[in-house]
């Protein structure tokens, strides 16, 4: 595997229902991000982990909730969504947070539908 | 906060050269990306713009005014498989945090 995987590809879920996105990077980097995409919307950003640290949580309803055990893993804990929460979730990965150029590479992310 | 601006669409011709351009305004300022995204697929890394000027790449080139919260993505000699949305993001001061425009929507044609 290279770059940013994501899985599912794929998720329909119920509102009730309780499922986990899962986000890898084989890049060895130290930064890890997850992003809400839905149409005619701008990349929303939600949550950034440096080194395993949470340094942003972007305002996000805690019915969304990340985990990163180590530098390469990234989840994306989901329960009680709402229809609205129907997105593509894109996770990506960035050598760190600091300085230079910090590109961010990005998996190909999750199409969730919340029934 | 971050606010950016730039256009919904463009559409311009095989061969041709386009601007797509993107105006912010910052509470703090710590570099500016630009990512092209093909539909049902991942954005991609195109430049990255931290001091003023041109930063060219092939057939594609960013600029950036940092005193008039402007850049710009110059894209030369056209191609068909250049049809794609093109983000443009700004990192605050603060790291880790990017806030992506809307997008633009270029669409080429023969």
């Known amino acids: 595997e290279t770059g940013v995987t994501q899985t599912p590809r794929h998720l329909v879920m119920g509102m009730t229902n309780k499922k986990s996105l899962k986000c890898e990077q084989h890049l060895g980097h130290n930064a890890m991000y997850w992003y809400k995409q839905s149409a005619k919307k701008p990349l929303e950003l939600m949550f950034v982990?440096?080194?395993?640290?949470?340094?942003e949580n972007n305002s996000v309803p805690s019915r969304f909730s990340p985990e990163c055990p180590n530098s390469s893993h990234l989840f994306l804990h989901l329960h009680t969504l709402q229809p609205e929460d129907s997105a593509l979730y894109l996770c990506?990965?960035?050598?760190?947070?600091?300085?230079?150029?910090?590109?961010?590479?990005f998996g190909p992310g999750t199409r969730l539908t919340v029934l | 906060g971050q606010n950016i601006d730039q256009p919904t669409e463009m559409t311009a011709t095989e061969g041709a050269i386009v601007q797509i351009n993107c105006t912010y305004q910052t509470s703090g300022f710590n570099g500016l990306f630009w990512y092209q995204q093909h539909a049902g697929e991942a954005p991609t890394f195109l430049s990255y713009?931290?001091?003023?000027g041109l930063e060219e790449k092939g057939r594609f080139s960013s600029f950036l005014s940092r005193s008039k919260g402007y850049s710009y993505l110059l894209l030369k000699e056209l191609q068909m498989k250049d049809s794609a949305s093109y983000l443009c993001?700004?990192?605050?001061?603060?790291?880790?945090?990017?806030?992506f425009g809307d997008g633009t929507t270029l669409t080429v044609k023969p």
């Open positions: 993001a700004v990192r605050e001061a603060n790291a880790g945090k990017s806030t």
């Open positions: 990506a990965s960035s050598q760190g947070i600091t300085s230079g150029t910090q590109e961010q590479f």
């Open positions: 982990y440096s080194l395993e640290e949470r340094v």
């Open positions: 713009n931290v001091l003023d």
